[in-house]
C-alpha cells in the first residue's frame, strides 16, 4: 500500500521542482550566462533524477498497475454477475472476463450435486478454440468428482484456491491424459460460495506453464465470494419466480394485503388467477381495495369479528364466510389468513387462502334437510311398527283364539255328533217301516259327513294352533298303499271307475315316520280324485326319488276327471278354495282337505303339487324324504301275539261282569247302556 502511493507521490515532487525552475527563469530570465547554466543544470538534475526514481520504481508501478487492474476485474465481474439473470449466464460473464484478463485459453466451471454427492460439470465454458479443446472439454463433462478427489474436489473440500504449474506432473490432477494431449500445462481453481460453504468451482488452464501468483488467486477468492452471491440471488430468483407461478395457478384463491385493520382496512396488492375465478373480479378491479368490499349483509358478522381480532393478535384465522361475488351472488369460502412478518417480527402483510365451498355447503344444507325429513319419516316408521307390532300381537291373539275356539268346538261337537250317530244306529236296529229306514239312513248319512267335516276343522285348528305333532314309528309302507286301496276301491267300484295301486320296486316296504296322517294324506288325495272323476281311471303310483343327495317317497294319484281351470291351481291348496262351486255343491266338501294335506306334506318336510288340464284329468304329487327302516323295527308278531293273549286273559263272561261306564253326556251314558244291554 505504502510503495504504491509513494511512486507518484515522488514523481509529483519531482515534477513540481521541475516547473517550479521553468517558471522561475520564465518569470525572471537570467541575466547572466552563468545564471541561465545553473538554470539549466538544476532542471537537467531534476530531470535525471526523474529518470533514476522511474527505473528504481519501476516494478512497484507495474505490480501497482497490476493490482488495480485486478481490482478492475474483480469489479467489473462483480457487476456483470450482478446484473446476469441466471447462475448461467453469471458464470459465463466470469469465465469470459477472467479469460480475458489471465489470456488463458480454456475455463470451466464445476457444481457440486446434492443428489450425486460429487462435482459434475455445469457445461458452462470458455475455451479459446473449440476444436483444439473438444476432446479435454467432453472428458470433463463426463467425469463426476467426489469432495477431496482429484484438482476441483480437493479445492471444494479445502475451500482454498490451488495453483499448479505443470498438470503434466501434478499429483492430485486426474484428468492429466486428455489435458496434455491438448497441450494444457498451467492451471488454478478457486471455490464459489454461497455463504460459507462452496457450492462450485472454477478452473482454468494455460498452455504454457506459470509460476503461481498468489495476487490472482486471492482476486480469484473473492471473485468466488461474489459469484456466490450471485448464485444465491439467482436461486433466490429461481424460488421466487416458482413461488409466483405456484400461487398464481394454484386452484385456491390467494390474496395478499398490507396490515391495516383500521378503516378503510387491509389493502390488496395481490390477487391471483382463482381469485379471480371465484369472484369474477379481475386483478386490476380489487388491488387497491379492501376485502371488506365482498362482504354483504347475510355475511356472519361474529366471523368477521373472530377474523379482526386474531389479525389484530397477530395469529391466523381459519374459518367459513360468506362473500359475495361480481353479480351479487353470494358464495361460501373456507378461508386460512395468515400474518406475514418483517425480520423485526412486524406484521406487515396478510395473506389469505380461499376455496369455494358453496356447493358443498349446498349440499350440507341439502344432506341436514334430507337427514330431518329421513329422522321424521324413521319416527313414523318406528310409530307404525310399534302399532304394527301391536295389531300383529293381537291378530296373532285373535288367530289363536280363533283356532282354539275351532279345536274346542269341533271337539265338543263331535260327543253330540257321536250321540246322534249312536242313536240311529240303535234306532235301525229297531222294527221300522220302508220309509223310517230311509229316514233313519239318511240321518246317518249325514251325520258320517257331519263328522268328518268337524275331523277336518279339528286338524286344521290343530295345524293352525302348532299343536299337531307327528309320531315316529316303523311301519309297514308297502301295506299301507294297499290297504288305503282297498277302503277306497268300493267308492270307486260304484261309480264304475277303476283304482290301481302301483310302486316301484326300489321302494323300501319300511318306513319310519307318522302311518296314520300319511294314510290320510293318500286317502284325502285318491278320494278327491274319485270324487271328481266319472269314467275312467284312477291311479295310484309310489316311487323312490334321488335329488339333491336326498332320496324321497314320491307318490302320484292320477285320475281322468274334470280337471282343474289353470287359474285356479294355485289356490286350491289354500283353505276353503274350492275350484268351482257349483260342482262342489254337486260333490260336497269343504275346501279344507287340500289344506290339511298341504300343511301334512310340509310337517314331514315333503313338497305337494298338482298339474291338470281341464277335462282330461289331474294328477296330484307329493314326495317327503324317505326313512328306510327294518322289519325287526316293527312290533314283532311275538308281542303282538303277548299283547292278545294278556287281553284274553283279561276278558270275564258278560253275565258276571260288573261294568262301570262314566260320561258326562247323558244321550252318551243312555247309547252305551243300550249297546251294553244288546250285548
Ligand atoms: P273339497 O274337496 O272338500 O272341496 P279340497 O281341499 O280337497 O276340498 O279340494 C279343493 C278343491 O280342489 C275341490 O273343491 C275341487 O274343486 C278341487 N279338486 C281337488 N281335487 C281334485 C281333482 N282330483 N280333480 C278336480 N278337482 C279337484
Redesign the pocket.
Known sequence: MQIKYAAPIFYAVLGLMALTTIAHIVMDPPETWLDLMEALIFIGAAIMLLAMAMFVFRPHIKVANESLSMMRLLKSVATAANESTSIHEGIQTALDQICDYTGWQVGHAFIYSEEKQALISTGVWHVKDAQIFHSFKEHSESVTLKAGNSFVGEVYADSTPMWILDVAHSSVYTRKETACAVGLKAAFAFPIFVGRKAVAVMEFYSTDSHIPDETLLGVMANIGKQLGQTIERAQFQERAKLLETVIRSANDGIVITKANLDDPGPEIIYVNEAFSRITGYTSDEVIGKSPRFLQGEQTNVSTLASIRQALREGSAFRGELLNYDKDGSPYWLDIGIVPVKDAAGRVTHFAAIERDITERKSSEAELQKTMKQLKRANLKAEAAALDLQESLAKAEAANKAKSDFLANMSHELRTPMNGVLGMAHLLADTTLNAEQKEFVSTINGSGENLLMLLNDILDFSKIEAGALLLENTAFDFIDLLQKAGNLMRQQAEKKGVDLMVEYDAGVPSYLWGDSGRLCQIIM?LIG??I??TQHGHVRVKASLQERESQSRIYISVE?T????APEMLSE?FEKF????VS??RKYG???????ITKQLVHLMEGEIGVESAQGKG?T?WFFIPCHPALASNLCSPLEERYMRCQAVENRMPIGQAQVLLVDDYHVNQVFAEKLLRKF
Open positions: 284325502n278327491n280324485a270324487k271328481f285320475d276327471g274334470m280337471g282343474i286350491i278354495t274350492q275350484a268351482d260342482v262342489t266338501g269343504t275346501g279344507l282337505g287340500l289344506a289331474s296330484f
